[in-house]
C-alpha cells in the first residue's frame, strides 16, 4: 500500500492509501519522485470521468509529468544507478509491437499510460518504471523543469512532424500550455517567427514574454490576415492547430501557406467540419500527432543547454499534502495559469 492521490470517481479525489505495483524487475528502476505537473487531462479526468473512449470505472491514481531521483534499479540496469535524478516517459509500450518496431511506440494499441483508465498515475511517493522509458536529467535542470519535460515533448513532436526549415515562419492557434510548449519547440526548430492567436489576451501575455512569439488577439485581429501582412501574402510555411476549436482549424487551412504544413494537435471534442478543397488548392501538408515517440532526450537536451527555458511557464506548486487544492485551482482555469505543480516530501 502506498499514499496517493487517487480519482475515486469524476469529482471526487481523496490522498489516501492504494494498493499500487511495486515488484522491482530486472529492466527496472525505483524512483522516489520529487515533482508532477497537473496536465489537462488529469483535470479533465477529475471533472468529466472520461476522456473519449477513456472511462475511469475504478479509483485511479492521477499524474503523468514526473521527476524524481532513483532509489533501487534492477538486476539488468547497468546504465543507471542509485541517486541518479531522472524524469520518465509515462507511456510503457510492448516493446516487441509492430508499432514499436516502426519506431513509432506512441501509437501501440497496447501502450500502458499512467493515469489513462485503467493504469494508475505517479502522483505517489514512489513508483517502479521500465529503465529504457527513463531519462537522466543534467544537474543545473530542476526537478520542476524535469516535470515539465512531458509537455515539451509534445511540442516536439508536432516541431519534428512538421520538418521545419530555418527561417520557417509558424502560427500556433490557441496560446494554451501545449500550445505555448508547441510554440517553443518550433523556435527551437528553426522558426524565424511564430505568431500565436488566442481569444485570451491574458494567455497570450504569457506566450509573449518570449522573444520572436508574437501575440495575435482574436476578435481584434485575424491571425490569417496578420501572418499574411508579415509574409509579402505568402502565408506561415506551417500552422500547428492547438485550440481544437472549428474556428481555428479553419484559421489553420486559411494562414497556411500554399506547399505549407498543418499540425494537427488540438483535439476537437466532435468532429468538424475540414475545407478539404481549399487544402487541396495550395497542396499543404497535413500531419497529427499522438504524444510522442523518441523525444525526450532532444527535449532534455534543449532544456539543458537553455535554449528552451519553461521556468517562466511554472505558475504555482502545491505540496503533496495539498494536492486537492492543485486540482481545485487547476480546475478554476485562470488564464494566467500554465502548469500547475505538485512537490513530494522526499525526506
Ligand atoms: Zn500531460
New binding site residues.
Given amino acids: 500500500m502506498a499514499k496517493a492521490l487517487v480519482l475515486e470517481k469524476a469529482g471526487r479525489l481523496a490522498l489516501r492509501d492504494i494498493e499500487m505495483a511495486e515488484t522491482l524487475g530486472p529492466e527496472d528502476v525505483r524512483v522516489a519522485i520529487d515533482t508532477v505537473?497537473v496536465?489537462?487531462?488529469d483535470v479533465h479526468y477529475y471533472t468529466h470521468g472520461k476522456i473519449g473512449p477513456f472511462v475511469v470505472n475504478a479509483p485511479m491514481v492521477l499524474g503523468?509529468?514526473a521527476a524524481g531521483v532513483i532509489t533501487e534499479v534492477g538486476s539488468d540496469v547497468t546504465d543507471m544507478g542509485v541517486g541518479d535524478r531522472v524524469c520518465m516517459e509515462p507511456g510503457i509500450p510492448n516493446t516487441r509491437s509492430k508499432a514499436a518496431k516502426l519506431g513509432a511506440y506512441n501509437v501501440d494499441p497496447s501502450v500502458q499510460f499512467w493515469a489513462t483508465p485503467p493504469v494508475h498515475g505517479c502522483l505517489t511517493p514512489s513508483v517502479v518504471h521500465p529503465a529504457a522509458f527513463t531519462y537522466r536529467l543534467p544537474d543545473h535542470i530542476s526537478f520542476a523543469e524535469g516535470a515539465m519535460v512531458?509537455?515539451f515533448a509534445i511540442g516536439m513532436q508536432a516541431a519534428t512532424k512538421a520538418q521545419l526549415k530555418p527561417g520557417d515562419v509558424a502560427l500556433v492557434t490557441g496560446a494554451g500550455p501545449i500550445g505555448i510548449m508547441v510554440a517553443l519547440a518550433a523556435l527551437a526548430g528553426g522558426c524565424a517567427k511564430v505568431y500565436i492567436s488566442d481569444l485570451v489576451e491574458e494567455k497570450l501575455s504569457v506566450a509573449a514574454q518570449y522573444d520572436n512569439i508574437e501575440p495575435v488577439l482574436i476578435g481584434r485581429d485575424d491571425p490569417s490576415a496578420v501572418v499574411r501582412d508579415a509574409t509579402e501574402g505568402w502565408g506561415a510555411d506551417v500552422v500547428f492547430e492547438c485550440a481544437g476549436a472549428a474556428t481555428s482549424i479553419q484559421t489553420a487551412l486559411d494562414a497556411v501557406a500554399p506547399a505549407g504544413c498543418v499540425v494537427w494537435v488540438g483535439m476537437p471534442v466532435d468532429p468538424v467540419p475540414v475545407d478539404i478543397v481549399l487544402a487541396q488548392s495550395k497542396e499543404i501538408r497535413m500531419e497529427t500527432v499522438f504524444r510522442y515517440a523518441n523525444m525526450y532526450d532532444r527535449a532534455i537536451a534543449l532544456l539543458g543547454s537553455g535554449k528552451v527555458d519553461v521556468k517562466p511557464l511554472i505558475t504555482e506548486t502545491f505540496d503533496f499534502e495539498n494536492s486537492i487544492e492543485a486540482f481545485d485551482r487547476a480546475v478554476e482555469a485562470r488564464p494566467t495559469d500554465v502548469k500547475i505543480q505538485i512537490r513530494l516530501d522526499r525526506a
Fill in positions: 505537473g496536465c489537462g487531462s503523468h509529468e512531458e509537455p
